[in-house]
């Protein structure tokens, strides 16, 4: 849940009952194999008007704005909101354990010595467990390490006023082969009229399966150029929402508002989105200059100039 918990206002949003009626589910569901919720999960809320409709009475930064700026706003993701995966850290000790394993091998053989080629088959064993497991548990350490020290602390959604575009920072899985290689990200703009937003309830499952409770999400998901109800891109943002999706839609309106010129850029008294080591992907040149002067949180505070 957000940091401040400002709960107040009402939503006046209806919840969905039926299934996604804008985008085509089958496209939806093969680009994202299955992963990303547009086809997968029922949508709790259609947010279609993005202009002139509110979605709820109380509009609230929730904590979740990173920067302003003079045209624009960064809003943080999920993987801010809840830190480095505890599985990730758990996984580095199987990986350990298997390079380990490898180097044991290796001295099983050397202990062997000569005596090795005359029981040739225990050898060959001995040589392709210690292969085997050098390149699981290097390949393994590799991913989780760059995943947990290179990967940024947030992957942030830049709404710009002026230009009318949205940029996303997508992260890509870091490759099992290519070891070396950083966390790689890949940055995407597209337009703030193909933006059609949704909240979703998903059930969550806590590691171990020892218990499962319903989650709020808040997805922006945006339409194809060339075919609007394709999905290019879903960006989950803000946070999640136990219990209810009030708080999201609080975040989604104060979004809609400032880009609709009708709020500021920060909520009177927040403050901006921290981090503990404030690692944030660099987005493109073009991007940022197109942002403007950076502004204090007592100048988004202010009202936008009419």
Same mark, same amino acid.
Request: hydrophobic share 45%.
């Given at each position: ?19 996604? =009626? ?20 029922? =949508? ?13 009475? !109380? ?8 920067? $302003?700026?003079?045209? !624009?706003?960064?809003?943080? !993701? ?50 392709? $467990? !210690? ?37 996303? $920072? ?36 806590? =590691? ?75 987005? =493109? ?22």
């Amino acid at each position: 849940m957000s940091a401040s918990s400002k709960r107040y206002g009402e939503v006046v949003v209806p919840e969905w009952e039926g299934d996604e =009626p804008y985008f085509d589910t089958a496209f939806a569901r093969m680009r994202s194999r299955g992963e990303a919720h547009v086809g997968v999960a029922q =949508p709790r809320r259609i947010l279609e008007s993005i202009d002139s409709n509110r979605v709820h009475t !109380g509009p609230s930064s929730s904590d979740s704005v990173i920067a $302003a700026y003079d045209d !624009g706003i960064m809003v943080g !993701g999920l993987r801010g909101s809840l830190g480095a995966s505890v599985l990730a850290w758990f996984g580095l000790l199987p990986a350990f354990c298997l390079i380990l394993i490898s180097g044991y091998c290796v001295y099983v053989l050397g202990r062997i010595g000569e005596a090795a080629w005359s029981n040739f088959g225990f050898t060959i064993g001995v040589v392709f $467990a !210690g292969l085997l497991s050098a390149a699981f548990g290097i390949s393994s350490f590799s991913v989780l390490f760059r995943v947990l020290v290179f990967m940024p602390s947030d992957f942030p959604v830049i709404f710009n006023r002026a230009t009318r575009d949205v940029w996303v $920072a997508v992260p890509k899985m870091p490759s099992f082969v290519r070891i070396f290689e950083l966390a790689p990200i890949v940055f995407e703009r597209h337009s703030w009229a193909n933006l059609k937003p949704r909240t979703y309830r998903v059930l969550e499952v806590t =590691p171990g399966a020892s218990s499962a409770r319903w989650t709020y999400i808040l997805t922006l998901v945006f339409g194809q150029e060339s075919d609007p109800r394709k999905v290019a891109c879903e960006m989950n943002i803000g946070f999640k929402g136990w219990g209810d999706d009030f708080e999201l839609l609080q975040l989604w309106e104060h979004i809609r508002r400032y880009m609709n010129d009708a709020g500021p850029a920060l909520d009177q008294g927040e403050k901006f989105k921290t981090f503990s080591t404030g690692r944030l992907p660099k987005f =493109p040149d073009e991007a940022m200059a197109a942002l403007g002067r950076k502004l204090s949180e007592s100048e988004a505070w202010a009202a936008p100039k009419t």
